[in-house]
């Protein structure tokens, strides 16, 4: 299956090489481009692409606000796209509260060729988040110094079983399925079951939600490692 992709960066180079770069891949198709927030949320509502790529800074609408309105879109739109930021470490800040929001993972602009096509079918896949060391360092060192301010997580967690609690645990450690798999003594398709299990009590919508979950709801703590 063709994935759908639309970039939106205030920066025409960049857009041109990263369609240049995705549409030359067999199964990548970019349907649209926008150079700010609010020209991307009109591109992603009329084009309904798999995955759309972020900038941060833009004019007329930044990133994450552009983010949120595609991510929690109004009543009537059903279809939900993967959001992949596009930032550097100066602003990570702004990555983490993108995460909270909704957003798939994050990748850096000046990343390889090959890191961008690879990000691209992580996130379209809704499979782990990228780079899952620098996540997850980054929303620890958030997390602790600025606690997010709602206190339920933490009684939410009760409604998961052992394992599924666990299985949240190992996901916000940044370990993939295969060695959730492994590490549990699982068959990877049990594990995909479980993960769909808390997905669906602690009403997240994927995976990067389940990491900021889990650091909010103290399963997880700033320098814990797997």
């Known amino acids: ?33 926008a150079p700010d927030g609010r020209q991307g949320v ?25 983010a949120r309105e595609i991510l929690d879109p109004p009543p009537g739109v059903v279809r939900r796209p993967k959001v992949l930021m596009l930032t550097t470490f100066d602003i990570d800040d702004y990555v983490y509260e993108a995460l909270r929001a909704g957003a798939s993972g994050f990748l850096l602009k000046d990343a390889p060729p090959a890191d961008l096509i690879a990000a691209v079918r992580v996130v379209a896949s809704g499979e782990a988040l990228l780079a899952p060391s620098v996540t997850r360092r980054l929303i620890a060192d958030f997390v602790q110094q600025r606690p997010a301010p709602r206190k339920d997580p933490a009684l939410r967690l009760k409604g998961l079983t052992p394992r599924e609690t666990e299985v949240l645990e190992l996901i916000a450690r940044g370990l993939s399925n295969q060695e959730i798999a492994a590490h549990l003594v699982l068959a990877e398709q049990t594990v995909k079951t479980h993960i769909g299990r808390v997905l669906a009590k602690l009403d997240l919508r994927d995976r990067a939600q389940a990491v900021i979950f889990a650091y909010e709801a103290g399963l997880v703590r700033p320098g814990d490692s797997a």
């Open 42 to 66: 009109q591109v992603a509502r009329s084009t309904h692409p798999d995955v759309v790529l972020m900038d941060v800074r833009m004019p007329e609408m930044d990133g994450l606000t552009a």
């Open 1 to 33: 299956m063709t994935i759908r992709v639309i970039i939106v960066d205030d920066q025409a180079m960049v857009r041109a090489g990263f369609a240049a770069l995705l549409s030359a891949q067999a199964d990548i198709d970019v349907v649209g481009e």
